[in-house]
């Protein structure tokens, strides 16, 4: 069974920073894509960065230039280091992952159970 544990939520004042760490841990062959959410209330999960096995990033426009997602492999773990951060950062963040678990599976995307971000003006 696979498990993702998102740390490193909190509360903050704007302008601060934060990192959020998620591991992964279970039977896992290989992770693809790694990658972090978030869901406000009363608003859909949107994705706020994704990095690929080879390193490859993406984010979401409102998060560029703050944010910088990165992964250790072979320790598991992807990161999101939140500089800048805006009250409107405030959101539940989740931790995402594409993993194989064993030759001849198909990779299968689980999620981890979400760290509050509270960003004060």
């Known amino acids: 069974q696979v498990q993702l544990v998102e740390s490193g939520g909190g509360s903050v004042q704007a302008g601060g920073s934060l990192r959020l760490s998620c591991a992964a841990s279970g039977v896992i062959l290989w992770i693809n894509d790694m990658g972090w959410y978030r869901q406000a209330p009363g608003k859909q999960r949107e994705l706020v960065a994704r990095?690929?096995?080879?390193?490859?990033?993406n984010y979401a426009d409102d998060v560029k230039g703050r944010f910088t997602i990165s992964r250790d492999n072979s320790k598991k773990i992807v990161y999101l280091q939140m500089n800048s951060l805006k009250p409107a950062d405030t959101a539940v963040y989740y931790c995402n992952a594409l993993i194989t678990t064993g030759l001849g599976r198909s990779a299968a995307g689980y999620w981890g159970q979400g760290t509050q971000v509270t960003v004060s003006s």
């Open positions: 990095i690929t096995d080879g390193g490859t990033s």
